[in-house]
């Protein structure tokens, strides 16, 4: 599960450190947080944001009345990243399972020796290959077991629609924004006039869904680095966003920040980009707000934005242990569960042509009917950007650079992007 990625890189000392630790990472090199009394185990599982499995957790203590489950959940993916390439590098620390987010992959890809290979004849097939390749070594070694995908539809506030004469109706919301971004920035356009009201949350955000529709944002697929000063896509999609910002179409915004938390109880803004582990963020940050509600429609045409793994790192104790439960909770019927508690959209293959998925609806959402808008929408993703081991920090700077124009209001959209450039040649990647 995604989220936005200003994240800090990890030190070349730690580097470093993670390095030599990844070459001594034994069964036996306990977390710290592992234990055992009369018999019962204890296996931690680190999340961040909202993963869903609370309810999952007490149905497989009561299935399993050996294990006993404690979640360790960050506040934010920036927060639980740092937490473990800090604790990868000083090698103990971890958590019996570690979830992970699907941009960190190719950092931690570097070092396989550090988690415990999951594959097994159980989980054959479960995921599609666009799941699969990204934590599977060349040598077949699988380490991370799917939860969610990140396939992207359109949160909006129908009530603040109606104030600009727009249509409310989610299918005629569809059909007003079926286009590209340019129609997107059109309508939102419009609405801020009539209204007064931004169209969307921040620009970072935004920035995430329409970088997700480039095959190679910032690296060739041969994993050479595409420099900043020359890629006009990015720069494309950053003066875009920075002429939107001056028209006042976001509300500069954050994404978790406590200002972007209270906006939705105050008709902070019209619409946001939505995938489906969004809805139950939403739902939490808007409770008593009404007029939310889902339209399937994407700029662009589709796009996935995020998607997160459990590993189970080779620091644990309960290794065994924990691949089982990693495995139990990764399996289609608990990862319905898990949508219908809090919006994590399924990856699983089987878990696509469910009834229970496709018949679910959201009430808080005027009743829409997320598992089939959701289910509609994967199958519009054409695109699954190249990320390499550059992705991050490229990705992390360009970030930067339009916070620096949309929320801190401290820099020009040119000097912001001359710092963007500089930090980049810091980067020595060219």
């Known amino acids: 599960m995604t989220q936005k990625t200003t994240l800090k890189l990890l030190s070349i000392a730690a580097v470093s450190a993670l390095a030599l630790s990844a070459c001594g990472g034994g069964s036996n090199a306990g977390s710290g947080d592992s234990g055992e009394e009369g018999g019962e185990i204890t296996l931690t599982v680190a999340t961040f944001n909202e993963f869903g499995l609370e309810n999952l957790y007490k149905q497989y203590m009561e299935e399993h009345p050996n294990i006993k489950i404690v979640e360790k959940k960050a506040a934010t993916s920036n927060e639980a990243r740092d937490n473990m390439n800090t ?76 104030k600009a004469n727009l249509p409310t109706d989610r299918n005629e919301v569809a059909s007003l924004l079926e286009g590209g971004w340019d129609k997107y920035f059109e309508v939102g356009k419009q609405f801020v006039d009539k209204t007064g009201i931004p169209w969307y949350d921040g620009a970072a955000a935004t920035y995430q869904g329409m970088l997700n529709q480039i095959e190679n944002p910032f690296e060739n697929s041969d994993g050479s680095v595409i420099p900043l000063a020359d890629n006009q896509p990015i720069k494309k999609i950053y003066d875009e966003l920075a002429t939107q910002t001056d028209n006042g179409l976001s509300a500069g915004f954050s994404q978790w920040s406590e200002d972007w938390t209270n906006a939705f109880q105050n008709d902070g803004f019209a619409t946001m980009l939505c995938p489906p582990w969004m809805l139950g963020v939403v739902e939490g940050n808007a409770a008593g707000v009404e007029g939310w509600d889902v339209a399937p429609v994407y700029p662009g045409g589709g796009g996935n934005w995020g998607g ?58 005027n009743n829409a009917p ?61």
């Open 87 to 162: 604790r990868l590098a000083a090698g103990s620390g971890l958590s019996d399972i570690e979830a992970v987010e699907i941009d960190w992959i190719p950092e931690l890809m570097q070092y396989p020796d550090q988690f415990v290979d999951l594959s097994s004849d159980n989980v054959k097939d479960r995921w599609p290959d666009y799941k699969t390749a990204p934590v599977t070594t060349e040598d077949g070694k699988l380490i991370g077991y799917g939860t969610d995908a990140g396939p992207q539809a359109l949160c909006y506030r129908a009530d603040l629609f109606a």
């Open 370 to 430: 997320v598992g089939e808008i959701f289910s509609e929408m994967s199958k519009r993703i054409t695109v699954s950007p190249y990320k390499s081991t550059h992705f991050f920090p490229v990705t992390t700077i360009v970030t930067d650079a339009l916070t620096r124009v949309d929320v801190d209001s401290t820099d020009t959209p040119q000097s912001s992007w001359e710092k963007a450039l500089a930090e980049f040649d810091q980067l020595g990647i060219n």
């Open 308 to 365: 997160s793994y459990l590993t189970v790192p080779t620091q644990g104790k309960h290794q065994e242990e924990a691949k089982a439960l990693a495995d139990w909770l990764t399996a289609p019927e608990q990862q319905i569960e898990a949508f219908k508690t809090k919006g994590n959209f399924p990856s699983q293959t089987d878990a696509l042509d469910n009834p229970d998925l496709l018949e679910y609806k959201s009430e808080f959402f």
